[in-house]
């Protein structure tokens, strides 16, 4: 199947150049207008990033191969969900199971596990939830993705900066300011499954100098959920609003989501996610601190028909927490960072019925209470300038995490040493460990409270030709994952090793641009054997180029991946084959004065194919069959 792939994407890149060649150069180059076309191909390559220390650079100088989704790639693709953003980053599978998407990348993507081993920042803010550590990104998540600026995509363990559940990677979100609206944006789509949406974007700039953004969601759909052994379609609505204001450094922002979906005449789980934090930042030469306070709360709720009765499963969980960071490049030679995070549990609930284990019939309720748990970190970051050509970026991170009389310790570090042997040419080495306890949705099915440990070692080399408008980055990396959870209930398991290597490509020419990506992993444990949902090879191309003038512009987004295993409730295995899917969507903009037009086509060939998921929530080989070709309309008026 690796191979297969490889010769896939070869013949894909080489259409995909094919088709965008004629589309851009018949472009008429006088009168384009479009942003990427005005801007000259070192501004395109030399992308800005954020990190958790608070410096803005450029992505070359990052100690870690980093990716990046801007507001104009999420409009010409199309984008309608964080999970759509994800899934064509490099290196990243999404799976889904009717109800929620799960992320797989470097080999490790387990079916079913809510808390993915990632880390999600929204704005600062992480947004895992204190019961099952999960992150949305589908129609439950948080954000509707037009209030997106961009995304940072930071693979590899980053437990040395960001903490817990940094495991695999790290997911910055950035949202909008108000300035970027500069009045409204109302929107409304169609499209297959009974699928409507409408939302409306306000914000802007006032005279006194405060910046504001609202924005408000309404959306429902069919979507295809398993129900009585069989996959049939089921209503699903979401809500979604975000407020944000900033004036004088001071700043607050608020997030509410509800998902419903209906899974069955009887059936209906509810998701309901909030957040609101308010914060500082102040800067005076050479020094920048950061301070916010922060709130979260969850809700989860679920009732269906089992044993001729109602039964009803419920979870809540909030929780509050504060972060304060200083940041200076006022020493010479250094870029420093000194950050303090706490985080409280004021609530855990979780409400479950309980059944017989010999004739599965229900027996009773059980409530579960959590102890308050409370977590402490620390982290110090110092970038060194050893010589003009060679930095040194050195990383410490301690945490604290006590719940009741249990209290658990752990210290990660990270060094990287990052050599610039031409301005163009950046070669990045790094190793570090990462840890993760369990969730409070773990600890009550048994699993033993310990922290999980990750071991890494990575090469970066990444190469630009600003001539050609072209950049590169290929990363190899050795990954060891040890005191696992999992090996309380599966004997014989004491550690998973990881080890792989992954090609990015990014081209800008005419206007045109191509993104293409290829990955190849193995991932095995201490036995030798293979893992549940690792495909060997991962690929993805993404081209967008415009056409007819300046107003339109034609997107392909395709991805595959070779075949995984999977495992049913019985467990037994079997080999799922790989899937190659391609998603095509045309973009108009201001096609008449203030509207933007927007047609998709998602998976455009009709391809079948499957994602492996949690026994019980697929067919007999444990898998769930995604949606066949779909289409959308979306408009957009724009107004000041």
């Known amino acids: 199947m690796a191979s297969h792939l490889k010769a896939r994407l070869r013949s894909v890149v080489s259409a995909v150049l094919a088709v965008a060649a004629p589309c851009v150069f018949a472009a008429p180059l006088a009168d384009q207008k479009i942003d990427l076309v005005d801007r000259p191909f070192e501004e395109l390559l030399e992308t800005e990033v954020t990190g958790a220390a608070g410096f803005v650079r450029e992505v070359t100088d990052a100690p870690s191969a980093v990716s990046v989704v801007t507001a104009e790639e999420i409009r010409h693709f199309g984008y309608r969900n964080l999970a759509e953003i994800l899934e064509n980053l490099p290196g990243l599978t999404l799976d889904f199971d009717g109800a929620y998407y ?259 019939t229900f027996e009773k309720y059980v409530l579960h209470r959590g102890e308050h748990t409370q977590n402490l970190g620390i982290y110090f970051q110092d970038e060194i300038q050893l010589t003009p050509t060679l930095d040194l970026s050195l990383a410490l991170r301690h945490d604290r995490r006590s719940a009741g009389q249990s209290v658990v310790r752990r210290t990660n570090p990270r060094l990287a040493l990052v050599y610039r042997p031409s301005v163009d040419t950046s070669l990045k080495l790094s190793h570090g460990t990462a840890s993760r306890w369990p969730s409070w949705y773990e600890l009550i099915y048994g699993s033993p409270d310990r922290v999980e440990k990750f071991r890494t070692t990575e090469l970066v080399v990444d190469q630009r030709w600003p001539a050609l408008g072209l950049r590169s980055v290929g990363s190899l990396y050795s990954y060891r994952m040890s005191n696992l959870l999992a090996s309380s209930w599966v004997p014989g398991l004491e550690y998973l090793q990881f080890q792989g290597g992954e090609l990015a490509l990014e081209w800008h020419w005419k206007g045109a641009t191509v993104k293409a990506s290829y990955a190849h992993q193995r991932a095995r444990s201490n036995s030798g054997k293979g893992l549940i949902n690792s495909p060997s090879d991962v690929g993805k191309v993404q081209v967008s180029v415009p056409f007819a003038s300046d107003r339109w512009r034609a997107s392909l987004a395709w991805r595959a991946a070779a075949s995984r295993v999977s495992r049913n409730s019985e467990g037994v295995e079997f080999t799922i084959p790989g899937y190659a899917v391609a998603d095509l969507t045309f973009f108009g903009g201001n096609v008449a004065k203030g509207l933007d037009v927007s047609f998709g086509v998602r998976n455009l060939f009709n391809r079948r194919y499957a994602s492996v998921v949690n026994p019980g929530y697929g067919d007999e080989q444990g898998t769930f069959v995604r949606d066949g070709r779909t289409y959308w309309l979306q408009l957009e008026y724009r107004f000041r």
């Open 102 to 360: 799960y992320t797989g990348a470097r080999g490790y993507g387990l079916p079913g596990e809510y808390f993915g081993r990632y880390m999600l920042v929204i704005d600062g803010y992480p947004v895992a939830d204190n019961i099952y550590n999960q992150i949305y990104m589908g129609d439950d998540g948080v954000l509707d993705p037009s209030v997106i600026d961009r995304v940072e995509y930071v693979p590899g363990p980053g437990a040395a900066v960001y903490g817990n559940n940094s495991f695999l990677g790290a997911i910055h979100v950035f949202t909008r300011k108000g300035r970027d609206v500069d009045g409204g944006e109302l929107a409304t789509a169609w499209g297959s499954h009974n699928d409507r949406k409408t939302r409306l974007n306000l914000g802007g700039r006032t005279e006194d100098g405060t910046d504001w953004l609202l924005s408000a969601a309404t959306h429902e759909n069919d979507v295809k959920a398993w129900s009585d052994g069989e996959p049939t379609m089921h209503p699903s609505s979401d809500r979604k609003l975000l407020f944000k204001a900033r004036r004088a450094g001071w700043w607050l922002e608020t997030v509410l989501a509800k998902r419903t979906l209906r899974e069955g005449q009887a059936e209906r789980g509810i998701d309901a996610n909030a957040f609101w934090q308010v914060g500082r930042d102040v800067d005076w030469e050479d020094w920048k601190a950061s301070f916010r306070l922060y709130q979260g709360d969850t809700k989860y709720f679920y009732e269906g028909p089992y044993d001729e009765r109602m039964i009803t499963e419920k979870a809540s969980g909030a929780w509050w927490g504060g972060q304060a960071q200083l940041a200076t490049s006022a020493l010479s030679g250094h870029r420093v960072a000194l950050g303090l995070e706490y985080r409280a549990d004021q609530r855990l609930s979780y409400k479950a019925p309980q059944f017989n284990e010999i004739d599965g």
